[in-house]
């Protein structure tokens, strides 16, 4: 009896941890790091260890969503978007069809499934926003933030990666009025709308700022950075943000009440300093060389990385004063994340490199080119446990790291 007693308690707590476990964009702070340890310090020349790949995705760009049991993905099949679930072996285990996708331009799947508490999450370029249970792929509920909250679409199509808080799920329709909103995650009903400062999304995946008194949800919309309070939806504050085209896809970095939000086509970044409850911002630093287009940026160590768009190196700057400490033209311009501390940086060229940067300067220790896809580099990569996702165009790729 004891044994039967110790078992379902382990059953328990086994299937309550994978229910709460959350996998979202860019790691489980949204800020390219990754908790791996133990990691290869150099590759061999021909790349690591392929395990398995998938290579019937079609276009697009989403990145992996990995949990302790799944790897979700996301592509397209003719117009119709479909996420994708593997075990960690590679084997198949459900394909379901969310939402008619973008076809436009730049072809196919632009989000990163969000996975929490047994809900998977996915938004279509026309604004279908989807939620399928994460363990049989079934549609839960939807919601068109475009022709539901009068949102305004885009010229490459709507593209957000979603964010959660508590019961909350978030996202930006740019509409005037429902600019930003917040829906039950369960149910999608819609919880507050703000009018936000009125203008179109930009592309932007929003961050989650916990501090003593509130949250605050901040993202990029057309010319500004914008802070709401996750409570109600009130607008803290505004910064102006704006480049020639209105595109600001990159999740912005916080740290210690500060706030780096950068964009490209030669805007770069800005630092904001957030007052102790996180009411109003000022202006401490600027600096236009890290003009990253899409690829984020990360911080190590009091030092920010990532990779310039039309300044065309990869930047070191000082958290704390905005100082370029040093540049390089290791790789082509892409997207970057951390585990280990090392950089994986995935190049728009094809290139995935391990750079070692512990000695003040950007040191390629190992590349190897994606030897299989099409079209755009532009999926992020992702680390979990000992391997690295890698996503270019209709194929799915799993290294060992």
Same mark, same amino acid.
């Given at each position: 009896?004891? *044994? $039967? $007693?110790?078992?379902?308690?382990? %059953?328990?707590?086994? $299937?309550?941890?994978?229910?709460?476990?959350?996998?979202?964009?860019?790691?489980?702070?949204?800020?390219?790091?990754?908790?791996?340890?133990?990691?290869?310090?150099?590759?061999?020349?021909?790349?690591?260890?392929?395990?398995?790949?998938?290579?019937?995705?079609?276009?697009?760009?989403?990145?992996?969503?990995?949990?302790?049991?799944?790897? #979700?993905?996301?592509?397209?099949?003719?117009?119709?978007?479909?996420?994708?679930?593997?075990?960690?072996?590679?084997?198949?285990?459900?394909?379901?069809? #969310?939402?008619?996708?973008?076809?436009?331009?730049?072809?196919?799947?632009?989000? *990163?499934?969000?996975?929490?508490?047994?809900?998977?999450?996915?938004?279509?370029?026309?604004?279908?926003?989807?939620?399928?249970?994460?363990?049989?792929?079934?549609?839960?509920? *939807?919601?068109?933030?475009?022709?539901?909250?009068?949102?305004?679409?885009?010229?490459?199509?709507?593209?957000?990666?979603?964010?959660?808080?508590?019961?909350?799920? $978030?996202?930006?329709?740019?509409?005037?009025?429902?600019?930003?909103?917040?829906?039950?995650?369960?149910?999608?009903?819609?919880?507050?709308? *703000?009018?936000?400062?009125?203008?179109?999304?930009?592309?932007? &995946?929003?961050?989650?700022?916990? %501090?003593?008194?509130?949250? %605050?949800?901040?993202?990029?919309?057309?010319?500004?950075?914008?802070?709401?309070?996750?409570?109600?939806?009130?607008?803290?504050?505004?910064?102006?943000?704006?480049?020639?085209?209105?595109?600001?896809?990159?999740?912005?970095?916080?740290?210690?009440?500060?706030?780096?939000?950068?964009?490209?086509?030669?805007?770069?970044?800005?630092?904001?300093?957030?007052?102790? @409850?996180?009411?109003?911002?000022?202006?401490?630093?600027?600096?236009?060389?890290?003009?990253?287009?899409?690829?984020?940026?990360?911080?190590?160590?009091?030092?920010?990385?990532?990779?310039?768009?039309?300044?065309?190196?990869?930047?070191?700057?000082?958290?704390?004063?905005?100082? @370029?400490?040093?540049?390089?033209?290791?790789?082509?311009?892409?997207?970057?994340?951390?585990?280990?501390?090392?950089? #994986?940086?995935?190049?728009?060229?094809?290139?995935?490199?391990?750079?070692?940067?512990?000695?003040?300067?950007?040191?390629?220790?190992? &590349?190897?080119?994606?030897?299989?896809? &099409?079209?755009?580099?532009?999926?992020?990569?992702?680390?979990?446990?000992?391997?690295?996702?890698?996503?270019?165009?209709?194929?799915?790729?799993?290294? @060992?790291?």
């Amino acid at each position: 009896m004891r *044994t $039967f $007693f110790l078992l379902v308690v382990s %059953l328990m707590f086994v $299937f309550q941890s994978q229910s709460q476990e959350m996998s979202q964009w860019r790691g489980s702070n949204r800020d390219g790091q990754y908790e791996s340890s133990g990691l290869l310090k150099k590759w061999p020349d021909a790349g690591p260890k392929l395990l398995w790949h998938y290579d019937e995705l079609g276009d697009g760009h989403a990145s992996a969503a990995i949990t302790a049991t799944h790897v #979700y993905t996301a592509g397209v099949d003719g117009d119709q978007g479909f996420v994708i679930a593997f075990d960690h072996s590679g084997k198949q285990l459900w394909k379901k069809n #969310y939402a008619k996708e973008w076809m436009d331009n730049y072809d196919g799947v632009r989000g *990163t499934p969000l996975v929490h508490e047994g809900l998977l999450y996915m938004m279509s370029g026309h604004g279908e926003l989807v939620a399928m249970s994460a363990e049989s792929g079934d549609i839960v509920w *939807t919601k068109n933030v475009l022709k539901d909250y009068d949102g305004r679409n885009l010229r490459w199509g709507i593209t957000e990666n979603l964010l959660i808080n508590g019961d909350m799920l $978030f996202c930006t329709p740019g509409g005037e009025d429902a600019n930003v909103i917040a829906l039950n995650k369960k149910t999608g009903d819609l919880i507050w709308k *703000t009018k936000a400062n009125g203008e179109k999304s930009a592309y932007c &995946s929003p961050i989650l700022i916990k %501090l003593k008194k509130r949250s %605050l949800m901040v993202t990029h919309t057309g010319s500004s950075i914008v802070g709401i309070d996750t409570r109600n939806g009130e607008m803290m504050w505004r910064f102006a943000h704006k480049n020639q085209y209105n595109i600001h896809p990159n999740t912005p970095l916080y740290h210690e009440g500060c706030l780096f939000c950068f964009s490209g086509y030669g805007k770069g970044g800005v630092m904001l300093q957030l007052s102790e @409850e996180g009411e109003s911002v000022k202006e401490v630093w600027r600096n236009a060389s890290l003009d990253n287009q899409m690829g984020g940026a990360v911080l190590v160590d009091g030092k920010i990385y990532g990779s310039g768009h039309n300044n065309r190196k990869w930047f070191c700057l000082d958290w704390k004063t905005g100082e @370029e400490l040093f540049a390089s033209k290791m790789l082509a311009k892409g997207n970057v994340i951390c585990a280990d501390g090392m950089l #994986y940086c995935y190049g728009d060229n094809g290139e995935i490199g391990l750079v070692d940067i512990s000695d003040a300067s950007f040191r390629k220790v190992s &590349s190897f080119r994606v030897p299989y896809g &099409s079209k755009q580099h532009w999926a992020h990569l992702v680390i979990h446990n000992n391997r690295m996702y890698v996503r270019h165009g209709n194929a799915f790729m799993v290294y @060992e790291i």
